[in-house]
């Protein structure tokens, strides 16, 4: 696993949407963005294709793909983010050179919802660390974590841990078109993190992160963009849903484990969620039916995807995850 070289004052960040872009009317929140990580001391470099260009995509996927792979290969760029995520960044998969990638300095390309679909292959194939984090539009909240931009911007070896939340976004969305410059979430008590497992006792457990949006990288199990057995040792695998019901998310789950995504797990942790529960099944319920018989500890209620405020979760590091009485937290060493 590679690490890419931690981000200093100067360097540049990259702008780009591989998946949806951003309609004129939120351009507003787009601007913002850009204006926090300047007031970081970055540069920053838009892309060509960041409108909305009257579908779901930015832009054709060549055209998307091309512009990712410029960026990726760009000497002068040191970390990518998007806007946002979308549905389809799962069509720019075969348009990337991962042979170039395997053999190019790694730089960080952060996102989480869709842009999980890239950032899981760019781990797994290439070989690079990745950051499951906010996405651009995200950027300007101030969060319980740490920003993706200090993680980014940490020395090889350092050590992060970061406990539960005890807050959690209570589901009031702000109307970026009137409010762009908003920077503080609707917040509520948060759930916790709490065991769906029948272990009992103190978990300590550690293995290699790995994972992401359960609706998109599912589609990515049992392919070679997907193999998770690329991975040396025990696996902490983390996954959130973001939007489908119940059964779906049953579904996409078994099909994971079926493909061999969880042969390595040490543990499984599962980020809050309010995507729907389904007639006669709950979201925890479709997750012990689909895992449960792996017999590892599944840990959900985790400040992880779609529910804010999230963890900084690096692919490829070497992670440690405690929970007892008193202590609720993750530690990476990146």
């Known amino acids: 696993m590679r690490f890419p070289p931690p981000l200093r004052a100067g360097d540049r960040i990259g702008i780009t949407a591989p998946s949806s872009g951003v309609p004129d009317a939120l351009r507003g929140r787009l601007d913002f ?14 892309g060509e294709h960041l409108g909305e260009n009257g579908s779901h995509v ?3 996927v ?11 290969l760009d000497p002068a760029i040191a970390a990518i983010v998007p806007p946002w995520g979308g549905e389809t960044a799962i069509d720019l998969i075969p348009h990337l050179d991962f042979n170039a990638l395997r053999s190019h300095e790694p730089k960080w390309v ?7 679909t890239l950032l899981l292959p760019l781990t797994l194939v290439g070989g690079w660390a ?13 969060s319980l974590f740490p920003s993706w931009m200090d993680v980014a911007a940490s020395a090889r070896g350092t050590v992060l841990r970061q406990a539960a939340s005890r807050v959690q976004h209570s589901g009031g969305w702000d109307d970026w078109s009137e409010h762009p410059r908003v920077t503080e979430w609707q917040l509520a008590p948060a759930e916790g993190w709490r065991r769906l497992d029948p272990g009992t006792g ?5 293995g290699t992160l790995i994972g992401g949006c359960i609706e998109t990288i599912s589609r990515l199990a049992g392919t070679r963009f997907g193999n998770t057995s690329t991975l040396d040792g ?3 695998v983390y996954l959130e849903a973001a939007e489908e019901n119940a059964f779906s998310i049953c579904r996409a789950l078994h099909g994971m484990r079926l493909a061999g995504f969880f042969d390595r797990a040490s543990a499984i942790m599962i980020g809050r969620t309010s995507a729907p529960d389904s007639p006669g099944l709950t979201q925890d319920e ?10 590892v500890p599944i840990v959900a209620g985790t400040d992880i995807g779609h529910v804010p405020p999230q963890l900084k979760l690096v692919n490829g590091a070497t992670a440690r995850l405690r929970m007892n009485e008193d202590e609720r937290w993750l530690e990476q060493t990146l």
Do not use: C, K, Y
Not at 33 to 46: S, Y
Not at 110 to 115: A, L, N, Q, R, T
Not at 202 to 206: A, G, I, P, S
């Open 286 to 295: 479709a997750v012990l039916d689909a895992l449960a018989m792996l017999g």
């Open 58 to 60: 930015s832009a054709p």
């Open 33 to 46: 963005a850009v204006e926090t990580i300047e007031r970081r001391g970055f540069e920053v470099e838009l």
């Open 130 to 142: 990745t950051l499951h984090g906010d996405n651009l539009m995200d950027t300007p909240f101030e």
């Open 110 to 116: 952060v996102g989480f919802s869709d842009i999980s």
């Open 62 to 72: 060549e055209q998307r793909a091309a512009e990712l792979m410029r960026m990726l």
């Open 234 to 236: 025990p696996h902490l």
């Open 202 to 206: 103190d978990l300590d457990v550690e």
